[in-house]
């Protein structure tokens, strides 16, 4: 099994940036692919962003490209969300999630964390 626990929410000002953070524990040698998704009251789930096991490799959703950036230490087991220029649509719990394989549907991803709320005011 693997643990995932995510920090860094808040409540920012549009315009504004805020750092996730996501750290896993447990059999983290079955982790390829960390990704973070996220979920606005009243909608689904929502594919943020993807990044492969060697860090070189990342995908973001058309919503967030050129203002979030996805990383990952590999030595600390973590994976980062650095999140620039927030809107108030990005106000959504966050979720971190771990698989095999990088994909947007939130169904490929074997492992969650508990989520962590992001509030962007006008």
């Known amino acids: 099994q693997v643990q995932l626990v995510e920090s860094g929410g808040g409540l920012v000002q549009t315009g504004g940036s805020l750092t996730l953070s996501c750290t896993a524990s447990?059999?983290?040698?079955?982790?390829?692919?960390m990704g973070w998704f996220r979920q606005a009251p009243g909608k689904e789930r929502e594919f943020v962003a993807a990044i492969a096991s060697t860090g070189r490799r990342t995908f973001y959703a058309d919503s967030v490209k050129g203002r979030f950036t996805i990383s990952r230490d590999n030595v600390r087991n973590t994976v980062y969300l650095q999140m620039y220029s927030l809107k108030a649509e990005d106000t959504a719990v966050y979720y971190c999630a771990a698989g095999a394989l990088m994909r947007v549907s939130a169904s490929q991803y074997d492992y969650w964390g508990q989520g962590t709320q992001v509030t962007v005011s006008l």
């Open positions: 447990g059999r983290t040698f079955s982790i390829s692919v």
